[in-house]
């Protein structure tokens, strides 16, 4: 026990020596006791609480005054004593560097003024600040310190808005207006479409074809219009909250650009380079044929309603038509003209649309999550690009010519006598 009481006393003897030492050695004596917007705003005087609260409240962009004791001491606050350094703001405990503060007046008056403006300098720090933006309000600690240092002891906050209610707005009506646009192009145009129908002319009324039938989907040009979509939306985005114009873009924005462009160039080349002209007159006689085929079957549904016959004429005449469209280069669908060639589903197909559809979902979330555009690694560049080659070169081998599927129920035979 006596031990125990000997080692206790020296312990409190080292740590009452050590004290004055650290607090010596520390000497920083500024104090950061509020903080407000600049300049204030004066409410008028039947002003409700909330336009008051509103008056109040700080943006990017802003400028905001700080007040502190001790700010005529600021030299013993340098680290290592270097007179170059400059106090910086801290927004939620981050360092926003580059962003020095200026005295309006003398040290006495203990007030330093900041201009709350996104740089390269104080990127990151804004991007842990920003992050989740909406245009609701909450407050944020707000202090001063020197760079690679603590910051200097505050009580201070403000209302912070992430966003303002403005840039929100019309960053979400634009982009709503934009994706609205797309997809209509998309629909109702042959934006991103290969060619238009190709129907014989003498098949008459035998198959009745609408007058606003489109080509097939093509799935190089729905890839390149999704990562433009992507792309454009998270470039609105980020202005839209961080305000900067420049340097927003990345190599990996640019690379991903350009693979969508290299692919839907490479599929129009390989399209046109492949013999249409012969693949033309096959198609163009299987599209007769399954024609004639189509005007059996549905003369067979009609005489055979409610048997089993029936039914297996119905379900062939489904497949008759879809072949027709085929055949005749009309769209079946969206997914089913993005992921099948002629004749069928192609993996290959199917593959780069899945990547296309998870490579863009990681992108739009890590763009919410930094405010910047994501640098994927040469890794998920290469699986983007591998998948598109991969797609052009089977895309040579992919069915030029239709197929037609099963045949045309016979009449049935009289039996020999």
């Known amino acids: 026990m006596t031990i125990r009481?000997?080692?206790a006393a020296v312990v409190a003897c080292v740590s009452c020596a050590v004290a004055p030492t650290v607090q010596a050695a520390d000497g920083c004596s500024v104090v950061v006791t509020g903080a407000y917007k600049y300049p204030v705003a004066v409410p008028a005087q039947d002003a409700s609480d909330e336009t008051k609260k509103e008056l109040r409240v700080v943006e990017l962009g802003d400028s905001i005054e700080v007040t502190m004791t001790g700010l005529d001491k600021l030299n013993d606050c340098r680290p290592n004593k270097n007179l170059d350094a400059k106090p910086i703001l801290y927004l939620a405990a981050q360092p926003l560097k580059g962003l020095a503060g200026y005295q309006p007046g003398p040290p006495a008056d203990g007030k330093m003024r900041f201009d709350l403006a996104h740089n390269t300098a104080s990127k990151a720090a804004w991007a842990l600040v920003l992050a989740n933006p909406w245009p609701s309000v909450q407050p944020l600690e707000v202090s001063v310190g020197f760079?690679?240092?603590s910051p200097f002891q505050s009580s201070a906050t403000i209302q912070f808005r992430k966003v303002s209610k403005i840039f929100f707005f019309l960053g979400l009506a634009f982009m709503a207006v934009l994706i609205v646009l797309f997809v209509c192009l998309l629909w109702f145009t042959d934006m991103c479409r290969d060619g238009r129908p190709a129907i014989p002319k003498d098949l008459g009324t035998t198959v009745p074809v609408p007058p606003t039938a489109y080509g097939?989907?093509?799935l190089s040009k729905v890839q390149a219009g999704i990562w433009f979509l992507v792309v454009l939306g998270a470039y609105i985005f980020i202005v839209a909250v961080t305000h900067d114009l420049s340097g927003t873009l990345n190599a990996t924005a640019l690379t991903l650009l350009g693979i969508g462009a290299a692919t839907m160039v490479g599929s129009a080349a390989i399209q046109t380079n492949q013999g249409e002209a012969t693949a033309a007159v096959k198609q163009e006689a299987i599209a007769k044929d399954l024609a004639q085929r189509i005007q059996q079957l549905k003369a067979d549904v009609t005489q055979k309603a409610g048997t089993p016959e029936g039914a297996r004429s119905e379900k062939l005449l489904?497949?008759?038509e879809f072949a027709f469209k085929r055949a005749t280069n009309q769209s079946i669908g969206f997914w089913n003209d993005i992921v099948s060639d002629a004749n069928g589903v192609n993996f290959h197909r199917f593959q780069m649309a899945a990547w296309t559809v998870v490579l863009a979902f990681i992108f739009a979330i890590a763009v919410t999550r930094i405010l910047a555009m994501p640098d994927f690694d040469s890794t998920l560049l290469a699986l983007q690009g591998l998948s598109a080659g991969t797609?052009?070169?089977?895309?040579?081998?992919?069915?030029?010519v239709t197929s037609v599927p099963g045949e045309t129920p016979k009449a049935a035979e009289t039996p020999p006598k």
């Not at 797609?391 to 030029?400: D, H, P």
């Open 5 to 7: 009481m000997f080692l």
């Open 147 to 149: 760079e690679d240092a």
């Open 391 to 400: 797609f052009l070169g089977l895309k040579v081998t992919e069915a030029k």
């Open 216 to 218: 097939p989907y093509s």
């Open 318 to 320: 489904t497949d008759m």
